[in-house]
């Protein structure tokens, strides 16, 4: 586990902990759970869903309120378990899998999961993605990314690594995540291998470039690179973009994107300030009570993307 360092600071060009404690009051602590545990970890997830809506986040790691996941949740981590498949097998072994053997894990593994699901919440499958629509997606999904994005990715170091750090010495809380994969890519001018992050995605709407260089997985995954001074000069969105009312083929894209040391500091400014937040709220409010909701005009604040819109009083609730 990294952790922002007077001494990192120095190295990396990072601010240190006291001067970002200075502008940023990190709180110590993170609000207990329902089951009286403290939070231990803030992720990019957890940072965004408090972004776009405290109420949403308070219901959902502080009350434990947990719903089941929905088709696409489910289709993008069975593709993303199977591409790891692959990487784990050629880094451990160094014998990558046939297309048709990686089509098998992922049968196998869409089948066990599934069942696993069925075991808990279930998935909540939607009619505009049933669950055989999701499976056939999935295995033209994998033939693509075999063929127009794993030939372009590079030579694999780490596949699902665990990345955690911390903001300053002293807290009981950590910054954490799960890198896909990390790999080494060939410098397009001189041939030398740069080191990049990579994170597969299944989506309607794949990232643009405008969004990419915004987005706050990329930002806290290479900062957390920086802070343990292995930092990777990029971070590649390989993307599969699922057939839809907007687009009768499925396709695949790859998308880079950098980050200035400048907005490396920013990307930690923004999630010590998210967890002050979250102090505050719980300090006002409690864990019983609205903490604030999100814009109504917005996307999230919708029965479709937030399990909680039924009872929240800021949507369907009253």
Same mark, same amino acid.
């Given at each position: 586990?990294?952790?922002?360092?007077?001494?990192?600071?120095?190295?990396?060009?990072?601010?240190?902990?006291?001067?970002?404690?200075?502008?940023?009051?990190?709180?110590?602590?993170?609000?207990?759970?329902?089951?009286?545990?403290?939070?231990?970890?803030?992720?990019?997830?957890?940072?965004?869903?408090?972004?776009?809506?405290?109420?949403?986040?308070?219901?959902?790691?502080?009350?434990?309120?947990?719903?089941?996941?929905?088709?696409?949740?489910?289709?993008?981590?069975?593709?993303?378990?199977?591409?790891?498949?692959?990487?784990?097998?050629?880094?451990?072994?160094?014998?990558?899998?046939?297309?048709?053997?990686?089509?098998?894990?992922?049968?196998?593994?869409?089948?066990?999961?599934?069942?696993?699901?069925?075991?808990?919440?279930?998935?909540?499958?939607?009619?505009?993605?049933?669950?055989?629509?999701?499976?056939?997606?999935?295995?033209?999904?994998?033939?693509?990314?075999?063929?127009?994005?794993?030939?372009?990715?590079?030579?694999?170091?780490?596949?699902?690594?665990? @990345?955690?750090? /911390? %903001? =300053?010495?002293?807290?009981?809380?950590?910054? #954490?995540?799960?890198?896909?994969? *990390?790999?080494?890519? +060939?410098?397009?001018?001189?041939?030398?291998?740069?080191?990049?992050?990579?994170?597969?995605?299944?989506?309607?709407?794949?990232?643009?470039?405008?969004?990419?260089?915004?987005?706050?997985?990329?930002?806290?995954?290479?900062?957390?690179?920086?802070?343990?001074?292995?930092?990777?000069?990029?971070?590649?969105?390989?993307?599969?973009?699922?057939?839809?009312?907007?687009?009768?083929?499925?396709?695949?894209?790859?998308?880079?994107?950098?980050?200035?040391?400048?907005? @490396?500091?920013? /990307? %930690? =400014?923004?999630?010590?300030?998210?967890?002050? #937040?979250?102090?505050?709220?719980? *300090?006002?409010?409690? +864990?019983?009570?609205?903490?604030?909701?999100?814009?109504?005009?917005?996307?999230?604040?919708?029965?479709?993307?937030?399990?909680?819109?039924?009872?929240?009083?800021?949507?369907?609730?009253?």
């Amino acid at each position: 586990m990294s952790t922002l360092t007077a001494a990192s600071a120095s190295t990396l060009g990072a601010v240190s902990a006291g001067a970002l404690a200075a502008r940023i009051a990190v709180p110590r602590r993170l609000p207990a759970r329902y089951d009286g545990q403290p939070l231990r970890h803030l992720s990019h997830s957890s940072y965004t869903k408090f972004l776009l809506c405290p109420e949403d986040w308070r219901r959902h790691y502080l009350l434990g309120e947990r719903i089941a996941p929905s088709g696409a949740m489910f289709l993008g981590s069975r593709v993303d378990e199977a591409l790891s498949t692959y990487y784990r097998q050629l880094l451990e072994r160094g014998d990558p899998l046939a297309l048709e053997q990686l089509k098998d894990a992922y049968r196998d593994q869409w089948a066990r999961q599934l069942a696993a699901e069925h075991d808990k919440l279930g998935v909540d499958w939607h009619d505009e993605l049933g669950e055989q629509q999701a499976f056939r997606i999935g295995l033209d999904a994998i033939e693509l990314a075999f063929a127009e994005l794993i030939p372009h990715i590079g030579r694999p170091v780490a596949v699902q690594r665990k @990345l955690e750090f /911390a %903001l =300053a010495p002293g807290l009981d809380w950590t910054v #954490q995540g799960y890198l896909d994969l *990390e790999a080494l890519r +060939p410098e397009q001018t001189d041939g030398e291998p740069v080191a990049a992050i990579v994170d597969f995605k299944v989506k309607a709407t794949p990232l643009s470039q405008a969004r990419a260089d915004h987005d706050a997985q990329a930002s806290l995954y290479l900062a957390g690179r920086w802070l343990e001074r292995d930092p990777a000069r990029e971070f590649w969105f390989a993307q599969i973009a699922k057939p839809g009312l907007r687009r009768k083929q499925i396709s695949a894209s790859l998308v880079s994107t950098t980050r200035t040391s400048g907005q @490396l500091r920013g /990307a %930690l =400014a923004r999630i010590a300030q998210a967890a002050s #937040q979250i102090v505050g709220c719980y *300090e006002r409010f409690g +864990p019983d009570r609205p903490w604030g909701f999100a814009d109504p005009s917005g996307w999230k604040c919708s029965a479709r993307y937030c399990s909680h819109h039924r009872v929240c009083p800021g949507g369907g609730g009253l």
